[in-house]
T-cell receptor, first 115, second 111 residues
């Protein structure tokens, strides 16, 4: 039973298209995140949601919009895709009650390729 | 600005050859240092959390240590299945639950 699941795993699309990535967690965590991992393996925070409320919004283009319908889901919608958006996007979750003592639980990632 | 730097970027070891990975950090107030393992095509998997200088954690062939400026991940008698990218991350004051990651060390253990 997957703890944090992302779909799709692979996404190949043309420049200018709009796409969405979905994330769901069944751990009962109250905080979810989107991270971007570039080709050099650096993981950078994009967004953080706590109980459906946006907590962190790092400097990302307005073309990226997260949406959290409930605390178990955090989706990422990207408008007008650009070549530079190609990367692996990871969803993660944590439990604020434990102070993220065990770190995050990550999904398996979505590899986005913009051509 | 909080910074996390890992070295080396890549490390090749023979099976059984012990070594250490380094994670140095410059942060405003450390609330935790985390080590993760990432296999190709997968998300990072949690290994350890360290909170204060002098603290140590162990798991099988891995041992993590922490000082006021850096953390080491010691690998004793590694096996090929230990091959992965090892990431460290920090949680700091006034940043909620956000983690700042280093660039990782890619470890390759040859039989």
């Amino acid at each position: 039973d997957t703890a944090v699941s992302q779909t799709p795993k692979y996404l190949v699309t043309q420049m200018g298209n709009d796409k969405s990535i979905k994330c769901e967690q069944n751990l009962g965590h109250d905080t979810m995140y989107w991270y971007k991992q570039d080709s050099k393996k650096f993981l950078k925070i994009m967004f953080s949601y706590n109980n459906k409320e946006l907590i962190i919004n790092e400097t990302v283009p307005n073309r990226f919009s997260p949406k959290s319908p409930d605390k178990a889901h955090l989706n990422l919608h990207i408008n007008s895709l650009e070549l530079g958006d190609s990367a692996v996007y990871f969803c993660a979750s944590s439990d604020s009650w434990t102070g993220v003592a065990r770190g995050y639980t990550f999904g398996s990632g979505t590899r986005l390729t913009v051509v | 600005e909080d910074q996390v730097t890992q070295s080396p970027e890549a490390l090749r070891l023979q099976e059984g050859e012990s070594s250490s990975l380094n994670c140095s950090y410059t942060v405003s107030g450390l609330r935790g240092l985390f080590w993760y393992r990432q296999d190709p095509g997968k998300g990072p998997e949690f290994l350890f959390t360290l909170y204060s200088a002098g603290e140590e954690k162990e798991k099988e062939r891995l041992k993590a240590t922490l000082t006021k400026k850096e953390s080491f991940l010691h690998i004793t008698a590694p096996k090929p299945e230990d091959s992965a990218t090892y990431l460290c991350a920090v949680r700091v004051n006034n940043a909620g639950n956000m983690l700042t990651f280093g660039g990782g060390t890619r470890l390759m253990v040859k039989p």
